[in-house]
């Protein structure tokens, strides 16, 4: 068996390929969560007329 080249890898670019595959995850979360409505209103029923009260003034 070959001995595998090992080569240094300098921070700022280990630290790129971490972003870079950080986003790729984000994205895939994003991707595979589905489409629903965040943090919507829950459907309230038709508010029903109220009648108006005329109050005697004394």
């Given at each position: 068996m070959e001995k595998s080249e090992r080569r240094p890898v300098s921070l700022p670019n280990a630290l790129a390929g971490l972003r870079l595959m950080g986003a790729g995850a984000v994205l895939?979360?994003?991707?595979?969560?589905p489409a629903s409505p965040a943090q919507a209103d829950p459907p309230r029923p038709p508010s029903t007329p109220?009648?108006?009260h005329e109050t005697p003034d004394d």
């Open positions: 895939g979360l994003a991707l595979t969560v109220v009648a108006e």
